[in-house]
């Protein structure tokens, strides 16, 4: 079984920077590609960011696309997400989820295996 805990979410004025962090537990943590998820108030969970579990494919969201990074150090059990140059409607509660399916593609809630509580990124204008 693995767990996964955000952190390092908060309050931040347009055009600030913001950076994710989702600790792993469990052996099987390198083992698994990760995703970046994020609800809005009012609307679906959408796609932001994966990592496979080596970390040598990553992908994004058209509209982060140059403002985030995603990383991982799996010596650590943590996957990043760093978020510069964030707009108002970044604000969404995100998520991260790893699978066992190690691929890109098919960014859909149902493929991932285990997911974290969220951590709340408010950006205010």
């Known amino acids: 079984q693995v767990q996964l805990v955000e952190s390092g979410g908060g309050l931040v004025q347009a055009g600030g920077s913001l950076r994710l962090s989702c600790a792993a537990s469990?052996?099987?943590?390198?083992?698994?590609?990760v995703g970046w998820f994020r609800q809005a108030p009012g609307k679906e969970r959408e796609f932001v960011s994966a990592?496979?579990?080596?970390?040598?494919?990553?992908d994004y969201l058209d509209s982060v696309k140059g403002r985030f990074t995603i990383s991982r150090d799996n010596a650590k059990n943590t996957v990043y997400l760093q978020m510069n140059s964030l707009k108002p409607e970044d604000t969404a509660v995100y998520y991260c989820?790893?699978?066992?399916?190690?691929?890109?593609?098919?960014?859909?809630?149902?493929?991932?295996?285990?997911w974290g509580q969220g951590a709340q990124v408010t950006v205010s204008s």
């Open positions: 469990g052996r099987t943590f390198m083992s698994l590609a």
């Open positions: 990592i496979t579990s080596s970390g040598g494919s990553t």
């Open positions: 989820a790893a699978r066992r399916w190690d691929y890109m593609g098919r960014y859909y809630s149902g493929t991932y295996d285990y």
